[in-house]
């Protein structure tokens, strides 16, 4: 199962417009941004993140209530959360 997951924006990647660093519940990984373009998104926005890139803005109340959800999907959040791990697109 494919899931999309809300992640923070905690860094821009200095001399990469189109990396930087989320934060999934703990778990912080290097997504591409370049879908939504470096002018568009900042430090502390939340987007949703789909196989390593960011697919949309979100707000907060909307990634506290899509994480809300996901959670009650049980073993398919864990196993994408252990892929979101895994990954390194660096």
Known sequence: M????PGEIVEIKAGHDDLAIVDVVGVRRAINIGLLG???????DWVLVHVGFAMSKI??????ATLAMLNGLGQPYTDELQALAESDIS
């Open 38 to 44: 470096p002018d568009q998104i900042g430090i502390g």
């Open 2 to 5: 494919c899931l999309g997951i």
């Open 59 to 64: 707000d907060e109340a909307e990634a506290a």
